[in-house]
């Protein structure tokens, strides 16, 4: 399984579904995920000891079809509603067995919204 490092930018209060696909490193192809779990974290120190400066954090929706691969992750208007900034995220998922693994970590961007 490959692992996903990818930037994330959202403009505060935004609620649009963050969509990935689990995919084998080697091949490409989708990893059925049927029975898996995933949870997305914002915080905003990048290696936190502590829950002390999580943002928020959102479960993982699996595609209706598991053998996709996908999940969404959809933040609420409330969840983005912070300070502007450059944040952090991980995902873990844990499998059908119970065993969890981080599977991103990278950098989560709130920008300035216009509209109020």
């Not at 689990?22 to 914002?42: H, N, Q, R, W």
């Not at 067995?97 to 981080?102: A, E, F, H, I, L």
Request: hydrophobic content about 30%; charged content about 20%.
């Amino acid at each position: 399984m490959s692992e996903i490092l990818k930037t994330i930018k959202m403009y505060r209060g935004d609620s649009y579904p963050i969509v990935i696909t689990i995919s084998d490193s080697s091949t490409g192809s989708a990893i059925d995920i049927t029975g898996y779990s995933f949870k997305l974290t914002v915080n905003s120190d990048q290696n936190p000891t502590s829950t002390a400066n999580q943002q928020f954090t959102v479960d993982g929706v699996l595609d209706a079809d598991p053998t996709t691969g996908k999940v969404s992750f959809t933040p609420t208007t409330t969840d983005t509603d912070i300070t502007p900034g450059n944040y952090f995220y991980d995902i873990e998922m844990t499998d059908a067995s119970g065993n969890v693994k981080t599977i991103a970590k990278s950098s989560f961007t709130i920008s300035q919204d216009i509209t109020k």
